[in-house]
């Protein structure tokens, strides 16, 4: 399985971006798939993630700016952030699941500056 993730990049505060994440390879069985993110000394952690049926689930953090996607068709993930704040500089890296096992993407750098 692999994973090509697109989209970061430096943007002004109150700006927005779009990630895209693209899966490729033995993808029978393919559930979850998200976004997680991981700044400078801190924690991996999950920014947002969306079943194959279209439940989603969201960072309290980033409610409200930021919406997840996905085309199983494609098997792609989208992530829509909006009102980018400093705070939301980091690694992001997609992941998706298929049965008991997690993959992931490269990270793609998103930097916001103030």
């Known amino acids: 399985v692999q994973l090509q993730a697109s989209g970061g990049g430096l943007v002004q505060a109150g700006g927005s971006l779009r990630l895209s994440c693209a899966a490729s390879?033995?993808?029978?069985?393919?559930?979850?798939m998200g976004w997680y993110r991981q700044a400078p000394g801190k924690q991996r952690e999950l920014v947002a993630d969306?079943?194959?049926?279209?439940?989603?689930n969201y960072a309290d953090s980033v409610k409200g700016r930021f919406s997840i996607s996905r085309d199983n068709a494609k098997s792609t993930v989208s992530l829509e952030m909006n009102t980018l704040k400093p705070e939301d500089t980091a690694d992001y890296f997609c992941?998706?699941?298929?049965?008991?096992?997690?993959?992931w993407g490269q990270g793609t750098l998103v930097t916001v500056s103030s």
């Open positions: 969306i079943t194959f049926s279209g439940w989603t």
């Open positions: 992941n998706v699941r298929i049965g008991s096992n997690n993959y």
């Open positions: 390879g033995r993808l029978l069985g393919l559930g979850r």
